[in-house]
């Protein structure tokens, strides 16, 4: 049988027109040839979330989106999906609507309960969920550091302003005349580094000596130490308070007027006998050096001895 060239016409625009149908509906998220259930989700706000969007559980994909749009009755976003029915979850599901990167738009979730055992079928409609992205969690944390980097701004140009206010054209030649006086200040400060070496250099010998004999002097102290600590001191303070009590007594028996030493200094009529014999001999000695002759007379001959004359001046008070 000869196929006339308007049946193939023909053959031709009915397969264009299921090609165009099908890929029209893989475009928005339906699947002809597939065993797929229609499952229901309402949100409140779906901003980011298209057509075709992947539908995973557990990070595995078991659908997409096939359709968004406005729910009649309750003024929320309905959204349809388009679920294989290999895959089995109950009622209770909720659909949460996440970012799954900075990349790539939003999906959809779906977090099984698994307590309840009443399986989703085709026309269910899940609970809904929209879980912050990573784009919001991060617009959370850099919104205050934001706030604190503006505020830090403000601050410094605070700062900036009043420093510039500070340092006017006197403190600027203040500042330049302080950094040259260090600078040369270090230099002489080197200069002296310099002279310091060359003495310990030149006297390293004689250093070395000073702390040998410093060496050899800490160790006398030491030895020194070691023999004070054997002293016994408290025998030997003991002995001196012995002593200092005797001296006490013996100063008190002074002061009393008894033994040798009291008599001495406290009876009267000692002193004026000390006094007389005093006296005397010093008329004796007068005389002596007045009239030698009275008591040494040499002759060979034979004299009379001479009467006795008092002496003239008598330095001597009665």
Do not use: C
């Amino acid at each position: 049988m000869k196929i006339t060239r308007e049946i193939k016409t023909a053959i031709l625009v009915i397969a264009s027109i299921l090609l165009f149908i099908w890929g029209y509906s893989f475009l928005k998220g339906r699947d002809l040839f597939s065993n797929n259930k229609t499952i229901y989700v309402l949100y409140d706000n779906v901003e980011g979330l298209q057509n075709s969007a992947p539908v995973t559980i557990n990070g595995l994909t078991v659908g997409k989106v096939s359709k968004i749009e406005f729910s009649d009755d309750s003024g929320k976003v309905k959204v349809e999906l388009q679920i294989n029915s290999e895959f089995l979850f109950s009622k209770s599901s909720v659909a949460s609507i996440y970012e799954p990167g900075l990349i790539g738009g939003k999906q959809i979730m779906i977090t099984p309960n698994f307590q309840d055992k009443t399986v989703a079928e085709s026309g269910t409609t899940l609970k809904g969920e929209i879980k912050s992205g990573l784009t919001a969690l991060v617009a959370e944390r850099l919104t205050p550091l934001q706030e604190k980097i503006e505020r830090m701004a403000v601050s410094a140009d605070n700062l900036l302003t009043n420093v510039n206010t500070i340092l006017d054209t006197k403190t600027k030649d203040h500042l330049k005349n302080t950094f040259t006086n260090l600078d040369a200040t270090m230099a002489e400060f080197k200069v002296a580094s310099e002279n310091l070496n060359g003495i310990l250099v030149d006297n390293k010998g004689k250093i070395g000596v000073t702390l040998s004999n410093l060496d050899k002097t800490s160790g006398n102290l030491v030895k020194i130490s070691d023999s004070i600590s054997k002293i016994n001191f408290a025998a030997t303070v003991k002995k001196l308070e012995k002593t200092l009590a005797s001296v006490d007594k013996i100063m008190a028996d002074v002061q009393s007027g008894k033994g040798t030493l009291g008599k001495l200094a406290k009876d009267e009529t000692l002193y004026t006998n000390f006094v007389k014999a005093s006296n005397e001999l010093e008329l004796l000695l007068q005389d002596l050096r007045l009239n030698p002759t009275r008591y040494v007379n040499v002759s060979l001959f034979g004299k009379k001895n001479k009467p006795y004359k008092a002496p003239v001046n008598d330095t001597i008070k009665k």
